[in-house]
């Protein structure tokens, strides 16, 4: 593809109010947008060639601070419960004060597309006023061929201004921070925040609402598929192994974090990876750290020492350490981002009381049981203000971006694992030998392994048990792994308090679930976990 550099703004986006910028770099390669970076002092290079940016003091997403737009079309079809309103003339202000922020400056633009499915595709015009931002997401989305970008239509622009600070009284945000999203307009809005985060959470919002409509299913999640074409699919909030679990050297990588699943199979939303880097070894994580080595991966937020070798077991700046690299970087990643109908789905959870065991196998209603509950633990980092792991039921597993009420995904994904009889699974990454604080990580070799077992089948073949407290059916034995693990109850020093503990958190379960009771039929309203022991 060639770069087009430096053009007139008329040219490019004066139409969405942008002509007044000093200039537009538009559609720049990865070369000249380290060259921009290191010369405005936005980032530096690593010893091994990647660029290394720092976000300042959001290190995280801005959750609180996330904003959509209530209009007449949206007003019925949103999840007001989970998403902030914003009133159509506050965003008409917000647009045009950013509009004017903007006047003067530099600005980079990346023609980009969220969706490798060309019939679900959505073309994407990615504002930013710095140039590390604008490979970070040239990184992530997907790149059109040279050809495509001639006569290039967005549907959906991001303008991305961390220098603009919101007026909360003028634009009704909460703060200087907004991430405001024009859902009908399909336009967004990112000010007072450099975490590069933002805007690519902001695309995944901009597909949940509207996919359903259209039978896709729109899922946080990495997908993998195996050499027969035995595709499985990874649910998870950040920090719950997504990244990790899906990158097999035996398997094709589809895609890490975000995905549809359609009439034609599943298929990635992305072009690139965004991994937490924080404790990376190329140890347990080979193909990952391979790529924070390779000119055109940004590191966010790592620490460098004084060689500027990345140190990511440092923390200090943040836990939420990333980078951000083409899919390509990873050597078995697939070329089309598109793979078969899944056979195998896995639910990831932390959790952080260590109750749950490393695996367990789920009925097609116990599925959507979790899959609404969502239970996992937010991870140190990924939000503003979260030092530590807590424990927090994320509906869907990524409600934060979830605009439609998610009892339209669960029945969605209900459909589409019935219809393709697909083997779920729930497993555990949190903690082993007791809770947060006192047990420790669950060992990812096992996790591995189990893992393996269930992608292969044989998971299908051993012998089970129904758990006391979940009623979901647990291995006894799986060859490899330490049999002591796959009991959870077993692995604590002290079983009384296990025993007190996975009561509580059972009693989360079913506290959490009220609020879709009555959206859900009475299978799925059984799948709760206590239900068994009730009716003894």
Not at 106 to 112: A, N
Not at 515 to 523: I, L, N, P, Q, S
Request: proline fraction near 5%; glycine fraction near 10%.
């Amino acid at each position: 593809m060639e770069e087009f550099g430096v053009r007139n703004p008329a040219a490019g986006i004066a139409d969405i109010g942008l002509g007044k910028a000093a200039s537009v770099r538009y559609n720049f390669l990865e070369a000249t947008l380290y060259e921009e970076a290191v010369r405005r002092g936005e980032a530096e290079l690593t010893a091994d060639g990647a660029l290394r940016a720092l976000t300042g003091q959001h290190t995280g997403r801005s959750a609180k601070d996330k904003f959509v737009v209530r209009d007449g079309k949206t007003d019925g079809q949103i999840w007001w419960d989970n998403n902030k309103p914003m009133s159509p003339e506050h965003f008409a202000v917000l647009h045009q004060d950013m509009l004017a922020h903007a006047e003067g400056r530099d600005l980079f633009v990346q023609d980009l597309v969220g969706g490798a499915d060309a019939d679900n595709a959505l073309p994407t015009r990615v504002v930013t006023e710095f140039a590390w931002h604008s490979l970070f997401i040239r990184n992530l989305l997907i790149r059109p061929e040279r050809e495509a970008l001639q006569g290039f239509l967005p549907k959906l622009t991001i303008i991305d201004l961390p220098s603009f600070r919101a007026d909360p009284a003028r634009h009704g945000c909460r703060t200087e921070t907004v991430i405001a999203c024009d859902l009908t307009n399909g336009i967004v809005l990112i000010g007072g925040t450099s975490y590069a985060g933002e805007m690519k959470k902001s695309v995944f919002t901009v597909l949940n609402y509207l996919l359903p409509s259209k039978g896709v299913m729109p899922m946080h999640c990495s997908a993998n598929v195996g050499p027969d074409g035995d595709a499985a699919v990874f649910f998870g909030l950040s920090g719950t192994g997504k990244t990790t679990l899906s990158a097999d050297p035996k398997r094709t990588l589809i895609g890490d974090d975000e995905h549809g699943w359609g009439e034609n199979g599943i298929f990635n939303f992305e072009g690139g990876c965004y991994a937490k880097t924080i404790r990376l070894s190329a140890e347990a994580e080979p193909e990952i750290f391979a790529t924070t080595k390779r000119f055109g991966t940004v590191l966010e937020n790592v620490v460098l020492d004084e060689n500027r070798v990345p140190d990511f077991n440092d923390g200090s700046l943040t836990e939420n350490t990333r980078c951000a690299y083409p899919l390509h970087f990873i050597p078995n990643a697939s070329e089309t981002g598109i793979a078969p109908h899944p056979k195998t789905i896995i639910m990831l959870t932390a959790d952080a009381f260590g109750v749950l065991p490393p695996i367990a196998k789920l009925t097609p209603e116990q599925a959507m049981y979790h899959f609404l509950s969502g239970y996992t633990a937010k991870v140190a980092g990924t939000e503003k203000g979260v030092t530590e792991p807590e424990a927090t039921f994320s509906t869907c597993f990524g409600a934060p971006f979830m605009p439609r009420h998610p009892t339209e995904y669960g029945n969605l994904l209900r459909d589409l694992i019935a219809r393709h009889e697909v083997d779920c699974w729930l497993v555990n990454t949190g903690w082993t030998g007791g809770a947060y604080g006192t047990g420790n990580r669950m060992p990812i070799k096992a996790t591995r392994a189990l893992l393996t077992a269930a992608l292969t089948g044989e998971l299908k073949k051993v012998e089970m048990r129904t758990d006391a407290n979940f009623g979901f059916a647990v291995p006894v034995a799986v060859g490899g792994v330490d049999t002591k693990i796959l009991d959870p109850r077993s692995t604590w020093a002290d079983g009384v308090a296990y025993d007190a503990q996975a009561k509580k958190l059972v009693g989360m379960f079913i506290d959490n679930f009220a609020k879709f009771e009555a959206h859900v039929d009475g299978k799925v309203r059984d799948a709760a976990p206590g239900i068994r022991l009730a009716a003894e």
